[in-house]
């Protein structure tokens, strides 16, 4: 039989064609089967619907030669895809015993009693041919048919009973049916550069790395308080496509420098996370109009108890004198949005907290707030690592939520650079 | 001509079919192609290749009456919608030197000096017959074609450009073409309650809601740290839905009562802000294990500078001591995961902010820091508003980040019911 190669993604149920739902599997999906050597050529979304979904379902086996279906496996009327499966490739249904029992086991182990009901058989019902994929958190189970060259796959849609499934296939029947040539990716984080100019620089780099064997491409995105550049690598083996990528991360750097500050798609907050934890260093945080996003960031990363001392919200001038010593005269000389206050709150964090490293950050997030020569997106952001201190003033676009980010991100970005 | 009623969406773009993009376009579409009573039945991606996306294009023909293209319009030999909609129709493609000039006068305008390049020219290709759809933030025009009683728009990917697109395209030629009855959303939301027994005992209304004219529809589904209850409804106008509507979400409150907090979608911090902000009261935070999130999210709101007073995150058992003066000797008594720690940093929060609210949360977020007896999860939540004090644990599951947002979805809640 021939590798499988080409794939379709399509998602099923009536709310994900709402504008209050994503299909978000896919996206792991495609990571999974691309690292198979497996392209995913077309991604669809049909409601619980027998004929819309019948109908995707034949437009994708025209292209794809593998179809994976998540969602619409549950024991409700309005779950339709082993049915239109089972009817387009022109297959029976029958109850397959050995579900129905581990539906009964399931249904009693979870404290019901009384007998099961019904509409959860529908859940054992499974095409002529097919292969059960067992589902351990969950009820309902997996399907593996194929048809000719083509495989078809159904997969519950819940990603924590999808993913270990997706596991079990990668490291059984989908490696065995793939004998492709893997396709890897990695993800650089760059900050404090615009996108034009970051990419003409590399464009070199592009070039030779399109005539490389094997071939390494490359796209810049311009993302909030961020640049990201995707490199994909297809190689006849993994370590290859990884060594040819690692080749390339060791090119970019080279040339961008300390600007890149990730190259492994890990976020900002780990990053600085890590350089703090490894030195044993620990910071304090002064944040105005971040309003607790800049801690909640760094406190997102697991182990960070260790080397997050303590923070302070001042969004007040008088909190800000309170809380952190920011001197008011200062305050009224520069007015709270400007380096000078930054600086102090950043020592003030500091100093109060009896730590190594201090931030403060200051500004306007807006929609309100904003003056002519202070307009809405002014953020001074300041640190302080014991005898040395660094401040800047920033004019950030975007709305509120926008501004936040990209204070928070300038702030994380400006100790990386002092700790380098 | 039939009005239109039944849409496919085509996103085009190979970063859409990587694990890196999502296709968020659509979602905005779906939601005003509804509000005309256009209905999404089916939507697709592809990458940027002519054969795949000729193969959509046709599959989405074949069901809908109007597809709407997002993306793929650019200057490039990448950008394949135009050719691909002009060859599946059998049209060909000719040069608008109407759209030429404008290029020509927006390439000027940005600044850049000598010819414009060549291949800018590939935006002004349209198909026979095709309407012109101006965009007034970017190069790409919209493209609006007529073939027998089907519609085919084109429009650019990027947001910012295709927004105000789809504005004049609702308030133009799409309304004239869809005299459908408009299907209108609510989302409500809910907190404190499962989904199961809340699905129940709503079972009556959505019997009710079946028979009714018009007919409301209705779905629960569980949500992190709430649940959300989508109701639809078809009418002959949309004010007609509205009122539908409206009764619906009255008959729910009077079922669920205080536990739903959001009749309109907006999320809890929006909620609290708003009571806090009517009645000129004021909070003041101290988050441990939230880690600044639960400021975050209530500064997340325009207009909260005016009752966010200040906030502490506390990480450290001396930093509770120092910074919000829980005694030594109650964390001591209890550990620093308890319902008495919690009241204490509220009303330490409290009283050093000198305000009418405080909150405290700690808790073990983890993944590490769990025992037998407070596992990972544990949170204990504290509010404090003038002479009361409420304070519960709670045992969330979950990713630490999951723990998070359960834990400050929690203390926005308490703080809520005690303002009710």
Redesign the interface.
Known sequence: MKPLARAAIIAVGS??????R?D?NS??L??QL?ALGI?????????D?RE?LG??FR?AL??ADLVVFTGGLGPTDDDVTREVVASTLGRSLAEDTGITERLRVRFAARGFTGPMPESNRRQAMVPTGARVLENNRGSAPGLWLEEGDAVIVLLPGPPRELHPMVAALVDGPLRERSEGVPLL?R?LKISGRIESQTDEQLQPLYRKWEKGTPRVNA?I?AALGQLEL?L?CRAPSTDAANQALERAVDEVCAVIGVDVFSTDGRPMEAVVGEMLASRGLHIA?A?SC???????R???I????RY?????????NE?KTA?LGVPAPLIEAHGAVSEPVAVAMADGARTR?GVEVGVGVTGI?????GTPEKPVGTVAVAASIAAETRSRLFRFHGE??QV?FQASQAALDMVRRMLL
């Open positions: 709310e994900l064609l709402t504008p209050l994503f978000t996206l792991f495609t990571g691309n392209d995913v050529v077309m991604k669809g979304v049909a409601g619907d819309e109908h995707l437009a025209g292209r990716r993800v796209t995105l995707h994909w945080l944040e971040t309003g607790g996003l800049l801690t909640s760094l406190t997102d697991p182990g960070s108890s997050v001392a303590q923070a302070v919200i001042a969004y007040t909190a809380l907290a997030a807006g929609p309100g707030g509120r939520d936040k």
